[in-house]
């Protein structure tokens, strides 16, 4: 990823799609069998020998294996229990971790660690064949267990059915992390009425999900900004799996993560008008921007995924607290130090979210800060 955005309007995913392959999910399901029971949480399963509310029983998730259930920390269950009667702890979205969650694994400078950005998701399309493995689309941030935010040029023209949302992701090319990623069906796109394909403003999409993932220290949910927030003169961080160089970069199998300045709304504007954009270009107000540092970027591939802030005050012990400033969307070329790369505006849209998402009854304390 990081040297990272790509392309006047590069539709970031679009043009590397078919490059990047993901495993096969290890969904080892058996409708038949499905047909006695229903998949749920382990912890909401009141058959014998599952803990659904006491706890007893606890096992090593890293070992847990699912023969029926296509999400890995689900279990086939023939008396589960009404998940609006589970005793849930608050989950407070934004936290990340600065301590390596399993010190076996280690990482270059700018490789993420394994669980370090529990909300960055993987837009996958499933193949083509029923036996073929899931295509890489974008990136993408987990606002709600079951919504994910995304780019719309991400998505557009896509058929929910084709999409999934996969979250605890970290290297694709191994399956032996110590939690497992989850995978979740799309069950709805929410489009932003006004986006534009050609020039990308208001480049925003929401994937409302076939079943809620189960939050874990690899899976969790970041803020998001209040209306209008200001840009201020802070370090952000980005994250993907895309490539590290505009001309003949590679893809990345770990989650990358890259350090980098927000940039005033003229000043961008101005580094923007001196690229074969030409003088008059205007950025438009749904477009925020970060960076402008040579070989410090997001790049092709890196489409949907977020653009984090620190939240000034909120910190706890080990890890610090994050909203999510943009989603990476387009640049000119990647990694120019004079130009900074374009991002969406999530403050610009934060009543459209909250709109979206209380016509369909999800709750947005998720992620308020």
């Not at 909401?44 to 847990?64: K, T, V």
């Not at 996958?124 to 029923?130: F, I």
């Not at 110590?178 to 006004?194: C, G, R, W």
């Not at 300045?261 to 504007?269: F, G, H, S, T, Y």
């Amino acid at each position: 990823m990081l040297v990272n955005l790509t392309l006047l309007f590069y539709f970031l995913g679009l043009a590397t799609e078919a490059l990047v392959l993901f495993p096969k999910n290890l969904d080892n399901s058996n409708n038949s069998d499905k047909d006695n029971c229903t998949c749920v949480p382990m912890d909401l399963c009141q058959d014998e020998g599952y803990p659904a509310l006491d706890g007893a029983g606890q096992l090593d998730i890293r070992i847990f294996s699912t023969a029926v259930c296509s999400n890995y920390y689900h279990v086939c269950c023939k008396n589960p229990m009404d998940p609006v009667d589970e005793p849930k702890s608050e989950i407070k979205c934004g936290y990340k971790y600065t301590v390596p969650f399993n010190k076996r694994i280690t990482t270059y400078s700018d490789d993420s660690e394994f669980a370090e950005f529990p909300w960055t998701v993987v837009v996958l399309r499933n193949g083509d064949q029923e036996n073929d493995s899931p295509i890489y689309k974008c990136g993408g941030s987990l606002i709600h267990p079951q919504v994910a935010l995304t780019a719309a040029h991400c998505v557009n023209n896509m058929a929910k059915r084709t999409l999934l949302v996969r979250a605890g992701e970290w290297d694709t090319k191994v399956t032996n992390e110590p939690l497992h990623h989850q995978d979740v069906p799309v069950e709805e796109v929410v489009i932003h009425e006004q986006f534009n394909e050609n020039s990308l403003k208001n480049d925003i999409a929401l994937l409302f999900l076939d079943e809620e993932f189960v939050m874990l220290e690899n899976v969790g949910i970041i803020c998001l900004p209040p209306m209008k927030k200001n840009i201020e003169n802070i370090r952000c961080l980005a994250t993907g799996w895309g490539k590290d160089a505009y001309d003949h970069g590679k893809h990345s199998s770990i989650l990358k993560k890259v350090s980098l300045p927000l940039v005033r709304r003229n000043d961008c504007q101005k580094a923007l008008r001196r690229t074969r954009l030409g003088p008059f270009y205007t950025l438009h107000e749904s477009f925020v921007c970060a960076g402008g540092e040579m070989k410090k970027d997001t790049c092709q591939g890196d489409g949907g995924s977020p653009l984090v802030c620190p939240i000034r005050g909120e910190k706890e012990v080990g890890r610090s607290r994050y909203y999510q400033m943009g989603i990476v969307s387009w640049g000119i070329g990647c990694g120019n130090s004079r130009t900074p790369g374009v991002y969406v505006n999530v403050a610009t849209f934060a009543d459209w979210i909250d709109d979206h998402m209380q016509s369909r009854n999800f709750d947005t304390a998720f992620y308020k800060f």
